[in-house]
């Protein structure tokens, strides 16, 4: 890389020489001095103090807003183990509820065990009952039946070997038999 010059060279031999005020402020300098008397002045009207206060102002203003995140944050918190504590209790709730509904069924099973158990033994006696009564009821024909059929073969035999005088020997001894 070329090391800058303060002049340069023109075609035809002639030197072009840098503008300079009084020979020794050429354009660097002058631009030097312009930039230390603008900071002067910036410093003179309190420039820096102003941009200090400013950004005071924006450090406040994050302060702020970071102390309210802070809040924001325990709120939060606060509120999701609030939650977590009412999850816990639903959960413990939910358990019991489903305990006392396997106990409820467990009883109504037993229950309804019971009612089967009752039923049948209300059925086995009424259909003992009826066995017993159309036990009875056949009995009671056969019984009929019997009768029938002994005073069927009584008239039969009174018929055949009745006479006048065992008629009269028959009735005396029913009579003597009742008035005993």
């Keep these: 890389m070329a090391e800058p010059t303060t002049h340069s060279e023109v075609p035809g031999g002639v030197e072009h020489v840098e503008p300079a005020i009084l ?6 300098v002058i631009v030097a001095l312009a930039m230390a008397l603008v900071i002067g002045l910036m410093i003179a009207k309190k420039v820096p103090a102003a941009i200090g206060k400013s950004l005071d102002k924006k450090i406040a203003a994050i302060r702020e807003q970071l102390a309210e995140a802070e809040a924001l944050r325990k709120d939060a918190e606060a509120l999701r183990s609030e939650y977590e ?10 358990k019991a509820m489903l305990k006392r509904a396997e106990g409820e069924a ?3 099973i037993a229950k309804a065990a ?4 009752a039923l049948v033994e209300r059925r086995k006696a009424m259909a003992e009952a ?6 009875r009821a056949a009995i009671d024909a ?7 059929a002994a005073t069927a073969a009584a008239a039969k035999l009174i018929a055949e070997c009745g006479d006048a ?4 020997a028959l009735i005396d001894s029913a009579i003597a038999g009742l008035n005993a």
């Design 23 to 28: 020979g020794i402020f050429n354009a660097s």
């Design 142 to 148: 056969l019984r009929a039946t019997a009768a029938n």
């Design 85 to 94: 504590a009412k999850a816990k209790a639903a959960g413990k709730e939910a």
């Design 106 to 108: 467990e009883a109504i």
């Design 165 to 168: 005088k065992a008629d009269k």
């Design 130 to 135: 009826k066995i017993a009564a159309e036990e």
């Design 114 to 117: 019971q009612d089967a158990e």
